[in-house]
């Protein structure tokens, strides 16, 4: 598997592995749609490298890979600062996080210190190009593969723009580094992501900046985490020599 964040890279078990989550951003349904997270060293309680923000998605394939995540909260108490998270079902089929035993007054998802998008954050969102007035349309792209690095993070794309009129390719695909990407993004043009299908690719989910610690950017998927349909779901470029 693969999730993103600094500490993310193909393994084949977690187990072993703890997390601790100190902060959550949760959709208007009230379910956890980002976290900010850091891998701790059981031994020492130390972080094992800097804390990133992820997706729910990342964490549900850690957990479900045999890692051990924990919400941090606020309280003077050592013994009540933490609690697991554990995964449920939701009725519309889809993954979701929530806490282990019953409900715990003052430590339920709601209590915890939230995540909040702005441009001092890790992600920054990219106003749609649909806010652009009629007549001045941005351009729309497809991205149908990606590479990503040892932290799956993308890092090159195979993209093209698109003709929504005609559900067709305006220009033919080209590999181009994620940089491009972004630099489309912050312009306000609209990236989608495509995804393999029976039916061939089908467009499903927008892209959006992402800017990391050492002035690494990349994209992500825009909104919550979405069942089959996460960036590691993608087709794969072909590595190069």
């Known amino acids: 598997m693969t999730y993103r964040g600094e500490r993310s890279r193909f393994l084949a078990t977690e187990q072993g592995r ?25 031994a020492s309680g130390q972080y094992v490298g800097p804390r ?31 609690r697991g998270f554990v995964i449920v079902l939701h009725e519309n089929g889809q993954e979701r996080l929530s806490f282990e035993g019953a409900p715990v007054p003052g430590r339920e998802l709601k209590d915890m210190s939230r995540l909040e998008t702005s441009k001092a954050k890790l992600v920054e969102h990219v106003a749609p190009a649909s806010a652009a007035p009629v007549g001045r349309r941005k351009p729309v792209h497809a991205v149908s593969q990606v590479e990503l690095d040892a932290d799956g993070r993308i890092t090159r794309v195979f993209w093209g723009q698109v003709d929504p009129a005609k559900n067709d390719w305006a220009k033919p695909e080209v590999v181009a580094p994620v940089g491009k990407v972004v630099d489309a993004l912050n312009a306000g043009h609209q990236v989608f992501a495509l995804f393999p299908s029976i039916h061939g690719h089908l467009p499903d989910r927008q892209f959006m900046v992402a800017n990391y610690d050492g002035g690494l950017r990349t994209i992500v ?17 072909a590595a190069t020599g």
């Open 221 to 237: 998927l825009d909104g919550p985490a979405t069942h089959e349909r996460e960036v590691h779901h993608m087709d794969r470029l």
């Open 18 to 42: 703890v997390f601790e989550v100190s902060k959550v951003r949760l959709s208007a349904d009230g379910h956890v749609r980002d976290v900010l997270w850091g891998e701790v060293d059981t």
């Open 52 to 82: 990133m923000e992820v997706s729910a998605a990342d964490v549900v394939d850690a957990i479900h890979d045999g890692a051990q995540v924990v919400a941090l909260f606020e309280m003077p108490e050592p013994h009540l600062r933490k």
